[in-house]
């Protein structure tokens, strides 16, 4: 079982190496691909040279045909199943997957499943009940388990609904391919988990998943400080990024933030892409380069008279601080 004390993350704002960026030889960062139809020219930022971003995906079965010419080694693409069909014996799912690979050529070796199961449409969620889920997982994600593919469990919430969701779902999943005289489990590769909230909660969060499904890899598919001053989310962002490059178990993860700040939905601050669509520090941060001092709300190119690298050392102390 693993805990994340709430003293260990004060240890985490204080060390002053979390403020930098990490570049690893092998990067776990991906991209949410929220593209704008509005603003287009966007989408080629993110596979450009220099990148940390080693995969993708867009909420879909498909790849997105803007990154066709990126070659999927470099970029690799993973294909979600975003909610459940009308019919749920529906294997569409699965025979696109299964096409990619064998008739694309295309090296799919994961998938992400039901995003947000647990939540409202109005919310952003798939709205699934798991007696729902598991009908349509049976139906599509075993198959491509038997094809060898590595298959995510559902990324619910944040919220206090996603555990019991989950449990009901494996439930529901063990008692349908099971029988009087043999019992058997819906298997699955790794764990996918969404945080919107401080580094506390996030850490938190995650020793809870940890601790339910223990002996399991993690993907942090969504996950930002909403609605927070640009200090604090800067400061989120740098300690978060650290820790999940440290951790074992960590497998892969993806900052919200795609997106330009005027269309954000999760504050301006926690965009990559400032108002005009230029790189901000923290989506500069993750693509593996130097801040650019570009404010969120830029739209002519104005620069932080401070440098941000010097804002974020000033905040992780003053958030230290105030945690004593």
Request: glycine letters at 8%; aromatic letters at 14%; one cysteine or more.
């Amino acid at each position: 079982m693993l805990l994340y004390p709430a003293a260990f993350a004060v240890v985490l704002v204080i060390a002053p190496t979390f403020i930098l960026p990490v570049t690893a030889a092998f990067s776990k960062r991906g991209l949410v691909f929220t593209p704008n139809e509005t603003t287009r020219a966007d989408d080629n930022i993110w596979p450009k040279k220099p990148t940390t971003l080693t995969w993708y995906y867009n909420y879909g079965p498909k790849p997105a045909s803007v990154f066709q010419d990126v070659p999927h080694s470099d970029f690799q693409f993973v294909p979600m199943m975003w909610g459940a069909p009308d019919n749920l014996d529906d294997t569409a799912f699965f025979s696109t997957v299964k096409s990619l690979i064998k008739d694309q050529g295309i090296n799919i070796t994961e998938v992400l499943s039901f995003n947000e199961p647990d939540g409202s449409f109005e919310d952003g969620g798939s709205d699934i009940e798991p007696s729902v889920a598991a009908r349509v997982w049976i139906n599509n994600m075993i198959p491509l388990q038997e094809m060898g593919v590595r298959v995510g469990l559902p990324a619910c919430t944040g919220g206090s609904a996603g555990l019991p969701w989950l449990q009901s779902f494996l439930i529901e999943c063990s008692r349908l391919i099971s029988s009087e005289s043999e019992k058997r489990n819906c298997t699955y590769d790794f764990v996918t988990i969404h945080w919107y909230g401080n580094f506390e909660g996030l850490a938190s969060h995650m020793g809870e998943y940890s601790a339910a499904f223990p002996n399991k890899t993690m993907w942090i598919t969504e996950y930002n400080l909403n609605d927070k001053d640009l200090e604090a989310t800067q400061s989120f962002f740098n300690m978060s990024a650290e820790y999940f490059d440290r951790l074992d178990f960590v497998e892969r993860y993806s900052y919200f933030g795609a997106f330009r700040s005027d269309v954000s939905n999760i504050g301006p601050n926690g965009a990559m892409l400032s108002a005009n669509g230029s790189l901000t520090d923290i989506g500069a941060w993750y693509l593996g380069r130097e801040p650019t001092g570009i404010l969120p709300t830029t739209s002519f190119g104005l620069r932080l008279s401070i440098p941000s690298r010097t804002v974020a050392v000033l905040t992780a102390f003053v958030v230290a601080a105030a945690s004593l």
